[in-house]
C-alpha cells in the first residue's frame, strides 16, 4: 500500500486563494461542487474540504494529517498541533488580516474600557473572552453567526470581525478602536504525523513548492545584454535579491544580465536601465523563486 498524506483545503474565503497557490506551486486541485474530496493530480495526497474554523480540531485528532487555516482559528480552539509554516496569502491581500474591535462611528465608545457591561458580537468568542479580561472588562460576549457588522448598534454595542481592507466596516459606519490579534494562513501538521518521516518529507516538499510560489508573486525577472564596460553602472541601480547572472555573448566585449527584481520597481527601472546602456531588455514573469 502506497504512502498517502490527508490534506485539508480551507473551504470558504480561502478556497479559491489556496488552488490558486497550489496550481502555481504544480499542484493541479480540481473541486466539485457536490463533493467534499477534491481531486488532486498528485496520487499521495488525500484531500478533504474544510471550513478554516474547524481545521486544527481535525488535525489535531489525526482526521487529517495536516491542512491550512489561520492562525486565529488554531488559538481560538486551542489546538495541540504544530504550525510548521506561515504561509501570507489570503482572498484579498498578502497582508496578515486583523481581528478588530470595532463601534458605531457616530456613538459614544472610544475604547476597549468603555465596554464594561456591555454586548460584543463576535465569531471569535474565546479570543475575544480573553482580551477582554486581559483589559479587564466584563462585557457579554455572544457568538455571531455571520453578518456581524450590521449588529452593532440594535444588536450589540460592538463586534469584534475579521478585516483585512477595513472596507466592509467603513460601508456599515463602524470605526476600530483597537486590534484584538493578528492572524495569517498557518500549516498545521498533527503531532504524530510530524513524526513520521515520509509524511514530514512530504510535507518539508510541499512548503518549498509552496513558499516559492508566493516568493515569486510581485516579482519578475529581466534581461537585457549590455557592452562589459557599463555592467558596473547598470549594477549599481539594480536592487536585486542576488547578485545578477552575466553571461558572455559571441561579441567579445558584450554580456547578456539576468536578474529577479520587485515588479512595482519595474516602471522605473527600464528607463534608469536603457540609459545606463542595457539594450534588448526583456522583462518575464516568474512562477516560483526558491533560495
Same mark, same amino acid.
Given at each position: 500500500?502506497?504512502?498517502?498524506?490527508?490534506?485539508?483545503?480551507?473551504?470558504?474565503?480561502?478556497?479559491?486563494?489556496?488552488?490558486?497557490?497550489?496550481?502555481?506551486?504544480?499542484?493541479?486541485?480540481?473541486?466539485?461542487?457536490?463533493?467534499?474530496?477534491?481531486?488532486?493530480?498528485?496520487?499521495?495526497?488525500?484531500?478533504?474540504?474544510?471550513?478554516?474554523?474547524? %481545521?486544527?480540531?481535525?488535525?489535531?485528532?489525526?482526521?487529517?494529517?495536516?491542512?491550512?487555516?489561520?492562525?486565529?482559528?488554531?488559538?481560538?480552539?486551542?489546538?495541540?498541533?504544530?504550525?510548521?509554516?506561515?504561509?501570507?496569502?489570503?482572498?484579498?491581500?498578502?497582508?496578515? !488580516?486583523?481581528? @478588530?474591535?470595532?463601534?458605531?462611528?457616530?456613538?459614544?465608545?472610544?475604547?476597549?474600557?468603555?465596554?464594561?457591561?456591555?454586548?460584543?458580537?463576535?465569531?471569535?468568542?474565546?479570543?475575544? =473572552?480573553?482580551?477582554?479580561?486581559?483589559?479587564? @472588562?466584563? *462585557?457579554?460576549?455572544?457568538?455571531?453567526?455571520?453578518?456581524?457588522? @450590521?449588529?452593532?448598534?440594535?444588536?450589540?454595542?460592538?463586534?469584534?470581525?475579521?478585516?483585512?481592507?477595513?472596507?466592509?466596516?467603513? !460601508?456599515?459606519?463602524?470605526?476600530?478602536?483597537?486590534?484584538? %490579534?493578528?492572524?495569517?494562513?498557518? %500549516?498545521?501538521?498533527?503531532? &504524530?504525523?510530524?513524526?513520521?518521516?515520509? =509524511?514530514?518529507? &512530504?510535507?518539508?516538499?510541499?512548503?518549498?513548492?509552496?513558499?516559492?510560489?508566493?516568493?515569486?508573486?510581485?516579482?519578475?525577472?529581466? =534581461?537585457?545584454?549590455?557592452?562589459?564596460?557599463?555592467?558596473?553602472?547598470?549594477?549599481?541601480?539594480?536592487? *536585486?535579491?542576488?547578485?545578477?547572472?552575466?553571461?558572455?555573448?559571441?561579441?567579445?566585449?558584450? @554580456? !547578456?544580465?539576468?536578474?529577479?527584481?520587485?515588479?512595482?520597481?519595474?516602471?522605473?527601472?527600464?528607463?534608469?536601465?536603457?540609459?545606463?546602456?542595457?539594450?534588448?531588455?526583456?522583462?518575464?514573469?516568474?512562477?516560483?523563486?526558491?533560495?
Amino acid at each position: 500500500m502506497s504512502n498517502t498524506l490527508k490534506l485539508g483545503v480551507p473551504k470558504g474565503s480561502l478556497e479559491e486563494a489556496t488552488v490558486g497557490l497550489f496550481k502555481q506551486a504544480g499542484f493541479n486541485i480540481n473541486i466539485s461542487s457536490r463533493s467534499y474530496f477534491p481531486t488532486v493530480d498528485d496520487p499521495e495526497l488525500s484531500l478533504m474540504l474544510i471550513r478554516s474554523q474547524e %481545521m486544527s480540531r481535525y488535525v489535531e485528532d489525526g482526521v487529517l494529517d495536516c491542512g491550512l487555516c489561520g492562525h486565529d482559528w488554531v488559538v481560538e480552539n486551542d489546538s495541540d498541533v504544530e504550525e510548521v509554516a506561515e504561509l501570507n496569502y489570503s482572498k484579498a491581500t498578502s497582508k496578515p !488580516a486583523r481581528w @478588530v474591535l470595532a463601534v458605531p462611528e457616530d456613538g459614544p465608545l472610544k475604547s476597549v474600557k468603555d465596554l464594561q457591561g456591555k454586548r460584543v458580537a463576535t465569531e471569535l468568542v474565546g479570543v475575544t =473572552k480573553r482580551y477582554l479580561a486581559k483589559n479587564k @472588562v466584563k *462585557a457579554e460576549v455572544e457568538f455571531s453567526w455571520g453578518a456581524t457588522e @450590521v449588529k452593532p448598534p440594535t444588536l450589540a454595542d460592538a463586534i469584534v470581525e475579521i478585516t483585512e481592507t477595513g472596507s466592509s466596516l467603513r !460601508a456599515n459606519k463602524l470605526k476600530i478602536i483597537d486590534t484584538v %490579534m493578528e492572524s495569517n494562513t498557518r %500549516m498545521v501538521v498533527n503531532k &504524530k504525523a510530524w513524526k513520521d518521516s515520509w =509524511k514530514r518529507h &512530504k510535507i518539508e516538499n510541499m512548503l518549498i513548492l509552496l513558499k516559492g510560489a508566493l516568493l515569486a508573486r510581485g516579482m519578475v525577472g529581466l =534581461k537585457m545584454n549590455l557592452k562589459r564596460g557599463d555592467v558596473e553602472r547598470v549594477t549599481s541601480i539594480l536592487p *536585486a535579491l542576488k547578485n545578477p547572472t552575466l553571461s558572455p555573448l559571441s561579441k567579445g566585449d558584450w @554580456v !547578456a544580465l539576468e536578474v529577479i527584481v520587485e515588479e512595482s520597481k519595474v516602471r522605473d527601472l527600464i528607463p534608469s536601465l536603457k540609459r545606463a546602456g542595457a539594450e534588448g531588455l526583456v522583462e518575464y514573469p516568474l512562477n516560483k523563486v526558491i533560495f
